[in-house]
């Protein structure tokens, strides 16, 4: 074997098992709860579930539309698909109008549209600022992709204008669009005094950086982070139609809702005494640009008084009271309804007989060793392990244990 084979990366038992256990972690935070076996249709509007938008089955010109994960693995099995992650408050387009000449194969009767749907530019596989494909076969730099809690777009960190917490230590963010549009989050930024919230403060003279406003308390000191300029590509005449076309639907109903909020008089609806967003409002003395980061816990700091209440309803993000509406939430749900591989393993033991469970601890004390003594020969060797050698272990234990059955070696479960 040549010397550069020695720095390979060597399998060994625990990167197995470490491996494992972090594919069921990913695949619970992507498909939570959702069904990966029925078309989610009949359900109606699912408050959260994975979510694909198929790009074999549509064109340019084609509205855009989602498919569940049923139908994702069902009916769009070999199609080339955008992995929109999660959205919430949706139903299954798969085989309505948007899709003509194709049919359903779980759920084939559905209306024409799902009046209630929200789609974005992500339901094309573009996303962020700079309307572009995750991955970006164009883009040579590593950024992570975080998603707006409230629009639900997914915007690269280095365009957000702002940097995310060093620490990592946040649970959502709402981008500065969505600030803008919701006003009514500036005052909650002023509880970041009391470890409820993370709040990036902006160079306020970026010119990428949208209208949207951060609050700034009497009590919060002078600062700001140092970001450098937004490194998007301009945009096509091309780009910008087709994404004035992505984004109708949710630009309307912004718009709608924010005509609703200028023209409606809030003052007139009867108001719990006190109003928490009317206190907090005391605090705000100036605000500047920015989207903002959020603590595990701050839904539940949102007033819920009448007059609160309204307003949500009105902007469309009544959601933002429910905790049951997040992403931890949603994964929470995945992972009890699924059971890791040590689980099902440990729950399988608890379920045979005495003997039966000394033979099966013995067997796979048997394997533990010989696995163990077969991929330290690698190591000591400097090898790679291939899927064949491990195919081969296997087979070669197989064989082996053919051999053994008849003989004293074996344990007997019944006298004869």
């Known amino acids: ?157 280095r365009h957000l204008g702002c940097l995310p917490p060093a620490n990592g230590d946040y649970q959502e963010m709402i981008c500065d669009s969505c600030m803008d549009r919701c006003t009514f989050l500036q005052a909650y930024l002023t509880l970041s005094g009391h470890n409820l919230i993370f709040c990036a403060c902006l160079v306020p003279s970026l010119s990428s950086l949208g209208p949207s406003q951060q609050v ?19 945009a096509t005449k091309n780009d910008k139609f087709k994404k004035e076309k992505q984004d109708q639907t949710f630009e309307k109903n912004s718009k709608e809702n924010l005509d609703k909020v200028r023209f409606y008089n809030f003052d007139s609806i009867p108001s719990e005494s006190p109003c928490k967003l009317d206190q907090l409002q005391l605090n705000v003395t100036s605000v500047k640009p920015g989207a903002s980061f959020w603590n595990v816990g701050w839904r539940a700091q949102l007033c819920t008084c009448t007059k609160c209440k309204t307003l949500y309803n009105t902007l469309g993000v009544s959601f933002l ?21 040590y689980e099902s393993g440990m729950q399988a033991l608890g379920g045979m007989g005495r003997i039966n469970q000394v033979e099966a601890l ?7 060793d010989e696995l163990t003594d077969f991929l330290r020969e690698f190591a000591t060797q400097g090898k790679v392990v291939k899927p064949e050698d491990i195919q081969g272990f296997f087979e070669s234990m197989q064989a082996r244990k053919r051999q053994r059955v008849g003989t004293a070696n074996t344990v007997q479960y019944s006298c004869k």
């Open 216 to 234: 700034i308390t009497k009590e919060e000191v002078n600062g700001s982070i140092e970001v450098g300029p937004s490194d998007e590509k301009p």
């Open 321 to 341: 009271t429910s905790e049951q509406d997040t992403l931890v939430a949603y994964e929470a749900r995945g992972q009890s309804a699924r059971q890791s591989a």
């Open 362 to 368: 013995h067997e796979y004390n048997n394997m533990k």
């Open 1 to 157: 074997m040549e010397g550069s084979n020695l720095t390979d990366e060597v399998v060994s038992m625990v990167d197995v098992l470490q491996e494992d256990n972090e594919l069921e972690e990913e695949a619970n935070a992507v498909f939570g709860d959702s069904d990966d076996q029925q078309c989610t249709y009949e359900k109606g509007y699912v408050g959260r579930q994975a979510l694909y938008a198929c790009s074999t089955c549509s064109c340019p010109s084609s509205e855009p539309a989602g498919l569940c994960l049923a139908c994702s693995l069902t009916c769009h099995d070999g199609h080339e698909l955008y992995e929109l992650y999660t959205k919430r408050n949706f139903r299954c387009d798969c085989g309505n109008s948007k899709f003509e000449g194709f049919n359903c194969k779980l759920f084939p009767d559905k209306d024409a549209v799902n009046k209630s749907n929200m789609y974005n530019q992500n339901f094309t596989g573009v996303y962020c600022t700079c309307h572009r494909p995750y991955p970006d076969p164009e883009d040579e730099i590593e950024d992570e992709m975080i998603q707006c809690i409230v629009c639900e777009d997914w915007y690269h960190s």
